[in-house]
């Protein structure tokens, strides 16, 4: 039996792309940690180690690194911020103020255990206070674009096709375009978008996440152009994301699919199809217990079909 170190394997999977050391790292460390890590004379820590498996498109299911317990409790920390975040997202009224206090004790918390200079660790605290935060759309991106230039100095959205992202860089650029969605500039949120959704199938087989992430970048890219009445277009990404959605068990997204699906399939004129999704939308978010989209299928029921 042939051992192979996580070093020889990120050596390897960066050579087969045809990066140097510095591409594949920068931002996340410097090359003679990368060189050290290669032959095996570091271990990375943990946030390290999954930020340079996810740019080379290698699934981290099946290495770990060494912890300790504070790099436990960050860990912990990032799971505990991230599952409020996704509550925040979709709770109303009082619950959503006390999800709020409740990330910024959190974030602090993370913030006074964090190593100095760990952009990783920062990066990631920045991203769940946009979401959280009282920000406009214009003070959403540039927390956003300073939040990802902690990572790539030189980030250029015009460069999103091509770039070489860890998924959380992924989710930072996904917030960017949601910001632009908001503020009515569909055209500059479709790019983002179209560039991002490109960037994610020409790279990315092996990780998991970063399927959510593409399930995540086809609704943007779908509720956007229903926004903008192109319902041909909406259709196809609903459509493409619903199965994406199902077939990989990503249950979250898929009443957002299932909406945009019955909004378009209305507005082109088969209302019998329209009737038929929203209804079949309506029962998974009482299973899923999602009252936000819940009360939008109802609405939009009362309206087209009274």
């Known amino acids: 039996m042939i051992e192979v170190t996580i070093g020889e394997i990120i050596r390897e999977k960066r050579k087969q792309l045809h990066l140097t050391q510095e591409e594949a790292c920068f931002g ?61 997202e979709k709770a109303t009224g009082r619950e959503k103020q006390e999800l709020k206090e409740l990330l910024k004790i959190k974030q602090s918390e993370l913030r006074n255990i964090m190593e100095p200079g760990d952009k990783l660790t920062e990066q990631f605290i920045v991203r769940s206070e946009v979401i959280s935060g009282d ?49 009515g500039k569909s055209k500059e949120a479709l790019k983002i978008w179209e560039d991002l959704l490109a960037n994610n199938k020409n790279r990315y087989e092996n990780i998991v996440p970063a399927r959510t992430q593409r399930c995540l970048i086809l609704y943007g890219l779908a509720r956007e152009y229903l926004i903008v009445n192109n319902y041909i277009k909406a259709l196809d990404y609903a459509e493409e994301g619903r199965k994406l959605a199902v077939d990989h068990g990503i249950y979250r997204h898929l009443p957002g699919f299932l909406i945009i699906l019955a909004e378009c399939s209305y507005h082109l004129e088969n209302v019998k199809k329209s009737r038929e999704i929203f209804e079949d939308a309506y029962h998974l978010c009482k299973v899923i217990n999602d009252s936000v989209n819940e009360r939008i299928i109802t609405d939009a029921m009362k309206e087209y079909f009274e």
């Open 28 to 88: 996340i460390c410097d090359k003679v940690t990368m060189s050290r890590i290669e032959t095996n004379k570091q271990t990375p820590t943990r946030s390290m180690l999954n930020a340079l498996l996810q740019r080379l498109d290698i699934s981290d299911d099946r290495f770990y690194a060494a912890i300790n317990a504070e790099e436990l409790r960050i860990n912990e920390l990032c799971k505990e911020i991230t599952a409020y975040n996704v509550k925040y």
């Open 135 to 183: 920000y406009n759309p214009d003070e959403k991106i540039i927390k956003l674009t300073a939040a990802i230039e902690l990572t790539h100095p030189k980030f250029q959205l015009a460069h999103v096709k091509h770039g070489i992202f860890s998924i959380d860089e992924i989710k930072i650029i996904n917030q960017i375009a949601v910001a632009f969605s908001g503020m």
